[in-house]
T-cell receptor, first 110, second 116 residues
Framework: ELKVEQNPLFLSMQEGKNYTIYCNYSTTSDRLYWYRQDPGKSLESLFVLLSNGAVKQEGRLMASLDTKARLSTLHITAAVHDLSATYFCAVNNAGNMLTFGGGTRLMVKP | EAGVTQFPSHSVIEKGQTVTLRCDPISGHDNLYWYRRVMGKEIKFLLHFVKESKQDESGMPNNRFLAERTGGTYSTLKVQPAELEDSGVYFC??????FGTGGRAFFGQGTRLTVV
C-alpha cells in the first residue's frame, strides 16, 4: 500500500526566510502533485511533476522530484504572508487515484 | 471557465439521518473523483467515475455510501444512515485526462459534513 508522508506538518516562519517542505512516498512512482489549500477553499493545483529530476518553479515556490529517493521537495524562497496556507503533496502510482500526504500547514509571520 | 462546484458547503445532520452531497465538475471532464478528509487524517480517495460509470470504488468505506453520476454530468454522494465517524470534509475533483498521462485534477471547495 502506497504511503505518503510530509514533514513538517506545521511550519511557522518569518517573512523573508527560506524553507523546504518534504514529501516522501513508499512505492515507485513518477507522478507527483503539489496542491495548496486556503481555509475553506478548494485545493489549488500548484505543480505537476512527471519524471525523475523534474523541477518546476512559480514565483517563490519551487518543486522537485527525485523518483529514486522517492522524495519531492517544495522550496519556499523569501516567504511572504500570502504564502500562508496548507500544502499537500499527492502521488499517483497506479490506477487513477491520488494518495495524499497529511499536509503541511504553513504560517508566515510578518 | 467555472471550476468544480460542490454544495452544500456545510451540512450538520443528526446521526441516523441521510445527507446527499452534490458535485458539478468542470464541463467536458469525463473523470470525476470523490475524496474525503476526516478530522486529523489524510485526504483519502473514495471513488472515481469515468462519465457515468464507476471506474474504481475501492475507497468507499461501506455500503452506507452511494455515489451516482447520472448522464455523466454532475454526481451525488449519499450517506444513509450517517454515523458520527462520517464527519469530515468531502472533496470532489474532476480531470480531463488520466493521471497516467499526466492529467491534472481540479478540486472543489469541499462540503464540510458534521454528524451530531
Amino acid at each position: 500500500e502506497l504511503k505518503v508522508e510530509q514533514n513538517p506538518l506545521f511550519l511557522s516562519m518569518q517573512e523573508g526566510k527560506n524553507y523546504t517542505i518534504y514529501c516522501n512516498y513508499s512505492t515507485t512512482s513518477d507522478r507527483l502533485y503539489w496542491y495548496r489549500q486556503d481555509p475553506g477553499k478548494s485545493l489549488e493545483s500548484l505543480f505537476v511533476l512527471l519524471s525523475n529530476g523534474a523541477v518546476k518553479q512559480e514565483g517563490r515556490l519551487m518543486a522537485s522530484l527525485d523518483t529514486k529517493a522517492r522524495l519531492s521537495t517544495l522550496h519556499i524562497t523569501a516567504a511572504v504572508h500570502d504564502l500562508s496556507a496548507t500544502y499537500f503533496c499527492a502521488v499517483n502510482n497506479a490506477g487513477n487515484m491520488l494518495t495524499f500526504g497529511g499536509g503541511t500547514r504553513l504560517m508566515v509571520k510578518p | 471557465e467555472a471550476g468544480v462546484t460542490q454544495f452544500p458547503s456545510h451540512s450538520v445532520i443528526e446521526k441516523g439521518q441521510t445527507v446527499t452531497l452534490r458535485c458539478d465538475p468542470i464541463s467536458g471532464h469525463d473523470n470525476l473523483y470523490w475524496y474525503r478528509r476526516v478530522m486529523g487524517k489524510e485526504i483519502k480517495f473514495l471513488l472515481h467515475f469515468v462519465k457515468e460509470s464507476k471506474q474504481d470504488e475501492s475507497g468507499m468505506p461501506n455500503n452506507r455510501f452511494l455515489a451516482e453520476r447520472t448522464g455523466g454530468t454532475y454526481s451525488t454522494l449519499k450517506v444513509q444512515p450517517a454515523e458520527l465517524e462520517d464527519s469530515g470534509v468531502y472533496f470532489c475533483a474532476s480531470s480531463q485526462d488520466w493521471f497516467g498521462t499526466g492529467g491534472r485534477a481540479f478540486f472543489g471547495q469541499g462540503t464540510r459534513l458534521t454528524v451530531v
